[in-house]
């Protein structure tokens, strides 16, 4: 199976800063990887598929790069109903796995 | 509006049995592949098993490879999880999704708001 491995796991930061959260893979899944913002009580919601490719209805301060093993998400400029939890998730193949999660905080 | 309802879930005893169900509406289902994704209390999102348009192929995690089974019925619009022998782990809110198979990647596009599983004597 492949491992991802997010990081940090959590992060506190503040309204207008860029923030990155990385994504590695314990092999290459090409470009696919998809990222997800996740709100308390709340299902996941897609943010970028394809490592780089913005899902419809998200906004442009979300980017993702990266292709093999290496990937992130940057915000470029924090919005306050950005703090949430953010997954990677390969769907490169079965079983489809998930990163562990990052926790984006209030400073 | 592309509506996933998620019913079935509840309180069983480590052992016991269960059945999820997932009522999809506002797209034409069978064209599209679908996975039961879980989420243990506090804990990260878990992929649990999919199934392709057709219901010809599936996949499953291994952590509940022979325990469980997906399955669809594409007249009724609706996706099932058939889970037997559940044990304390399987504790989870158990989301049905979308494969939205964009740009070639496949993922999660749409999801239900979930159905919760305890598993507890």
């Known amino acids: 199976d492949i491992q991802m491995t997010q990081s940090p796991s959590s992060l506190s930061a503040s309204v207008g800063d860029r923030v990155t959260i990385t994504c590695r893979a314990s092999?290459?899944?090409?470009?696919?990887l998809n990222w997800y913002q996740q709100k308390p009580g709340k299902a996941p919601k897609v943010l970028i598929y394809?490592?780089?490719s913005l899902q419809s209805g998200v906004p442009s301060r979300f980017s993702g790069s990266g292709s093999g093993t290496d990937f992130t998400l940057t915000i470029s400029s924090l919005q306050p109903e950005d703090f949430a939890t953010y997954h990677c998730?390969?769907?490169?193949?079965?079983?489809?796995?998930f990163g562990q999660g990052t926790k984006l905080e209030i400073k | 509006e592309v509506q996933l309802v998620e019913s079935g879930g509840g309180v069983v005893r480590p052992g016991g049995s269960l059945r999820l169900s997932c009522a999809a509406s506002?797209?034409?289902?069978?064209?599209?592949?679908m996975s039961w994704v879980r989420q243990a209390p506090g804990k990260g999102l878990e992929w649990v098993s999919g199934?392709?348009?057709?219901?010809?192929?599936?996949a499953y995690a291994d952590s509940v490879k022979g325990r469980f089974t997906i399955s669809r019925d594409n007249a009724k619009n609706s996706l099932y999880l058939q889970m037997n022998s559940l044990r304390a782990e399987d504790t989870a809110l158990y989301y049905c999704?979308?494969?939205?198979?964009?740009?070639?990647?496949?993922?999660?596009?749409?999801w239900g708001q979930g159905s919760l599983v305890t598993v507890s004597s």
């Open positions: 999704a979308r494969d939205g198979n964009l740009g070639g990647s496949h993922p999660f596009d749409y």
């Open positions: 506002g797209f034409t289902f069978d064209d599209y592949d």
């Open positions: 199934i392709n348009w057709n219901g010809g192929s599936t």
């Open positions: 092999q290459s899944i090409s470009t696919y």
């Open positions: 998730q390969q769907s490169y193949s079965t079983p489809y796995t």
């Open positions: 394809a490592a780089s």
